[in-house]
């Protein structure tokens, strides 16, 4: 009886605070959502004969080729490096992880300017006296996009794939080799199932990081769903539009979304045993070492080493332009990532130990709405959000009389915590998935065995669920950050007086086509991305064998 | 370790509260000093270096918030009245229009501001005043391309500069702004007519900035590109050797001399229309449009300084003085959205 009482005292709490948590993060969107019903006007026939079936050509070509190609590099990589030893593995592990560090638009301000007449390319060839035609050097084309996204994203599914291969047991690999499988013939008929999850899941990143990107089309001059949304919004002055376009691009996304549950819910794989007998590295020999290391190098290279090199070498024209201001475009972009990263891993742990826990619809529903603003492109959260905003402080305006009768109106739009709320909405989705996952990768034996031993739900997600969802949530925790350090479009619109990031000075030297100038807080960006990224490495790496189960 | 994961958790409970706390403490603090707020999309370091001179002088502080023109048109309109915004400041008078347009700028009467702005850089209804001028001319290849074959903007849609021309995409305002003007001078059709000729003489399809047209012209690309006058200073005046060596490698030609004139903008700046600190903002504003910061908008960043009585830099005195069209610059932003209808009809990129 006593038991069943503190059920469903639980159940209260994790609802409650679930339930309030994504009330708030879909309340926003669903003010401008309902923007749709109205009816379509004049510019919504424009955009949709002249504009649509270009746009949204062009936006599924990038989508797909760019989900294919990055799935194709990321999980060969990742195979290769969990299954095989050669030389630099060591180093590649991580280094292969580095491209996420440059966001994508400061990629494709960099290759466009190494490509361009000037850069070090053709500057080279000159100098050299050889004539290649100009069109080898378009990078600012369809294609030229899909290589930025490639080289930039990959890391999300190679991430994914090989923390997945890494817990697999010896034996599935060992099992296809005495059956007289060939390393390809392995790959192909146990890597590719087992590590299906894995890829879907890093390809649905990759899909969304792109279709909501505008940084990179925008310089690039492609035109997309992004482009479509911002010519109807500020080139029409037609939010309704924009709008109608952005819940287009959602439903499609939902669509995916579905389709990766649907692809997920019938697989499950679990060992008996915790203990997993880790792979033994096959060493390579010859010509096989040196082209696993060449490939390693050659990715690379391409997604961090060239672009970092070029944007020192810019940097070195203008360093002597860095000043304090530096210091506190720093301190800005770190308070906001750390404060943003704490909340959303917290409201994702607890959001995804309900969802476990309690396994009703309601329950599903609430993780995938949370889910939701990632699907959302920037600056359509940006006017959710700022329009809830004013809304509050209008109610809460005789309030804050109380403490000052000379107070302005918008108290709370004019701080910083409406920036910050945007990118929690905005970033759930990355700490929620990385968490979730976790959670499935434990799976809930344990929790039972504890719940069975007397201890309550809280007790038991302090004692027992948080210690083993470690690596979870280090990776969710740095995901989340790097993420907040890159974001522009969210920041630009919403921060307050006299606020700068080191995105959107970035963004702003380059908007004014100072490439140059930009280099350094771009530069910034990076290196504090790295650090970042090399923590998460030896974080997991201590966490993982720590907690050997 | 009970004990320990608890404390570690309430340790970043706290912490997030500290900083919560912080920040609305920051917003409890009653500023006595005398401030003016401005929204703006200029991002140049110089335009910094103007307001903190300012503040120098006359102790009033000058709090910047920069987005794009549009981000920030819509943040205006969705604040209102409760707004904190004192000044509204852009790089294109179609955007401008916009702001008047939609009710956010005030008329201001001020006699030093009307002697330092010509009437036909500022609104007819004192809205918004012209800081800065651009114009939008032609850049060629000096080595391929006789300027006796440059006239008008018209002629570029000739099938002799078939493949030749290079312009930027239609999704940026400058272009935007140009068509405009051509269909406040010829009418639409007229414009639709240049658009469609120039869509077909395009070199590639539009991509890159401004700087890299006139790249794209060096490279032998194409021969004439459409482009700003202060991003061939810019490039004049690169730290890097090779942009230094594309600028030498291209000339400037001010298009339209014997026909309608070459196409202008401006940067300008409004007071908003529900400013609490207009008394400063008007001071900030007669500022800017006095002789010295004129003076240095015009040497710092290549741009033809509003106030008649400030000489440009001497790059620019160099293209010399040339004939700009005669329209208001409202017409801009009335014909906007009909200008990017006609770029999305004749497919310009």
């Known amino acids: 009886m006593l038991n069943r009482l503190s059920i469903k005292r639980n159940l209260n709490i994790w609802f409650v605070i679930s339930f309030i948590f994504v009330l708030l993060i879909i309340l926003p969107t669903l003010n401008i959502i309902f923007k749709v019903f109205e009816q379509p006007n004049d510019i919504w026939y424009h955009i949709k004969e002249f504009l649509l079936p270009e746009y949204t050509k062009n936006t599924l070509l990038l989508v797909i080729v760019t989900a294919l190609l990055t799935s194709i590099i990321g999980v060969s990589l990742a195979w290769i490096i969990s299954i095989y030893d050669f030389p630099l593995r060591k180093i590649l592990v991580w280094g292969l992880i580095l491209p996420l560090s440059i966001p994508p638009y400061i990629a494709a301000y960099t290759y466009g300017g190494l490509f361009s007449y000037t850069g070090s390319i053709q500057v080279l060839f000159r100098n050299l006296n050889i004539n290649i035609d100009q069109k080898y050097f378009d990078i600012m084309s369809l294609k030229g996009t899909i290589f930025v996204f490639t080289f930039f994203m990959y890391p999300y599914i190679y991430m994914i794939s090989k923390s997945f291969l890494e817990k697999q047991s010896a034996s599935l690999f060992e099992s296809s080799r005495i059956l007289g499988k060939s390393p390809f013939q392995t790959f192909i008929y146990v890597g590719l199932p087992i590590l299906k999850t894995s890829i879907i899941g890093g390809a649905i990143l990759v899909i969304l990081e792109v279709l909501n990107d505008y940084g990179v089309v925008k310089y690039f001059g492609i035109q997309t769903f992004s482009t479509a949304i911002f010519t109807a919004w500020f080139s029409f002055g037609d939010v309704t539009s924009a709008v109608r376009l952005a819940v287009l691009l959602m439903l499609i996304v939902v669509f995916v979304l579905v389709l990766e549950r649907l692809s997920r819910g019938r697989i499950a794989y679990s060992y008996a045993n915790t203990k997993i007998r880790p792979l033994k590295k096959i060493k390579l020999r010859g010509i096989k070492a040196i082209l696993a290391t060449s490939y390693g190098v050659l990715i690379l290279s391409l997604g961090f080493t060239i672009p970092t090199l070029q944007l020192v070498s810019w940097g070195l024209f203008t360093y002597y332009k860095i000043n304090i201001s530096y210091l506190f475009l720093t301190l800005n972009t770190f308070i906001n990532a750390i404060t943003v990263t704490i909340v959303i891993v917290i409201f994702a742990l607890i959001i995804a130990n309900y969802s476990r826990l309690y396994k009703t619809r309601l329950s599903k529903i609430m993780s995938r709405l949370t889910t939701l603003g990632y699907s959302i492109p920037g600056a359509v959260i940006a006017v959710a959000v700022i329009t809830s905003f004013i809304a509050i402080d209008n109610h809460f305006y005789r309030f804050y009389q109380l403490f000052n009768p000379n107070i302005k109106k918008l108290v709370l739009t004019s701080s910083i915590f409406m920036l910050l709320f945007a990118y929690i909405i905005r970033y759930m989705a990355i700490g929620y998935n990385s968490i979730e996952s976790g959670f499935d990768k434990i799976g809930s034996t344990f929790h039972e065995a504890s719940r069975s031993l007397g201890m309550n739900s809280v007790k038991t997600f302090i004692k027992v669920d948080i210690p083993m969802l470690k690596p979870a949530i280090i990776s969710a925790s740095i995901l989340v950050f790097i993420d907040v350090l890159k974001e522009l479009p969210l920041t630009l619109i919403l921060r307050p007086f006299n606020y700068d990031t080191l995105a959107t000075k970035t963004y702003e030297y380059a908007n004014d086509e100072m490439i140059h100038e930009a280099a350094i807080p771009a530069l910034m960006i990076v290196g504090i991305s790295v650090l970042a990224i090399l923590g998460l490495n030896k974080a997991i790496g201590k966490a993982g064998k720590k907690n050997d189960y | ?349």
């Not at chain 2, 702005?117 to 060629?140: C, H, K, M, S």
């Not at chain 2, 940026?172 to 869509?199: H, M, P, R, T």
């Not at chain 2, 006058?229 to 014997?258: C, H, M, R």
Request: aromatic letters at 10%.
């Open chain 2, 1 to 349: 370790m009970n004990f320990h994961t608890i404390k570690k958790l309430s340790f970043l409970f706290f912490s997030i509260l500290t900083i919560f706390l912080l920040a609305s403490c920051q917003l409890g603090q009653k500023d006595t000093k005398e401030v003016v707020n401005i929204y703006t999309d200029r991002h140049y370091d110089t335009d910094q270096e103007l307001y903190d001179i300012f503040t120098k002088k006359t102790d009033i502080k000058v709090n910047v918030v920069k987005a794009s023109a549009d981000e920030l048109i819509n943040k205006l309109e969705l604040e209102g009245e409760d707004t904190e915004a004192d000044i509204f400041i852009v790089a294109d008078a179609g955007r401008l229009f916009r702001a008047k347009d939609k009710g956010l700028l005030q008329a201001i009467e001020n006699d030093v501001l009307e002697n330092n702005i010509p009437n036909n850089l500022q609104d007819e209804d004192n809205n918004w005043f012209g800081l800065t001028v651009r114009a939008r001319v032609l850049v060629y290849a000096k080595d391929r391309v006789d300027e006796e074959d440059l006239s008008t903007y018209e002629d570029l849609t000739n099938e002799k500069w078939q493949g030749k021309i290079l312009v930027r995409s239609s999704e940026n305002i400058y272009n935007q702004s140009l068509l405009a003007s051509f269909i406040a001078i010829s009418g639409e059709e007229a414009a639709k007519d240049w658009a469609q000729g120039l869509v077909n003489n395009m070199a590639r399809t539009p991509e890159g900035s401004d700087r890299d047209q006139a790249k794209a012209v060096v490279a032998g690309i194409g021969d004439v590109a459409i482009m700003n006058t202060y991003y061939v200073g810019k490039l004049i005046n690169s730290p890097d050797p090779e942009e230094v060596s594309v600028g030498e490698k291209v000339s400037v030609f001010f298009p339209n001399q014997d026909t309608t004139g070459t196409h202008i903008n401006v940067s300008g700046a409004g007071v908003t229309k529900h400013s609490k600190n207009k008394d400063n903002a008007i001071k900030l504003l007669e500022y800017l449009s006095g002789e010295d910061a004129q003076s240095q908008y015009a040497e710092a960043n290549y741009e033809y300084p509003a106030n008649p009585n400030v000489e440009a830099a001497d790059l620019l005195k160099l293209w010399g003085e040339f004939k700009t069209q005669d329209i208001n610059l409202v017409k801009l932003g009335e014909f906007n959205q009909k200008a990017v209808e006609i770029f999305n009809q004749v497919n310009w990129k």
